[in-house]
């Protein structure tokens, strides 16, 4: 929650990824600790847009401007 609040108030966005889920391990995602997580951010209310990196791009692609403010020609 704390890095989503923190993108948020820079106006950024935070793309998480990881190797494993589970209950143990090094690099591992703890299975509670995710869930707990996606229960928050699916809470409309705190305003978290849960989906896939290329739906996000290519929403971002379509909706704001080019940097410099030219037009794309796409």
């Not at 409309?44 to 020609?73: C, E, F, K, M």
């Amino acid at each position: 929650r704390d890095a989503v609040k923190a993108a948020e108030a820079q106006g950024a966005w935070v793309v998480f990824a990881g190797h494993e889920i589970g209950e143990s391990g090094r690099q591992t995602t703890r299975i509670e600790t995710l869930e707990k997580f996606l229960v928050w951010a699916a809470d409309p209310a705190n305003g978290v847009w849960l989906d896939r990196v290329d739906t996000i791009a290519r929403y971002l692609q379509q909706h704001r401007p080019p940097p410099g403010g030219a037009q794309s020609t796409r």
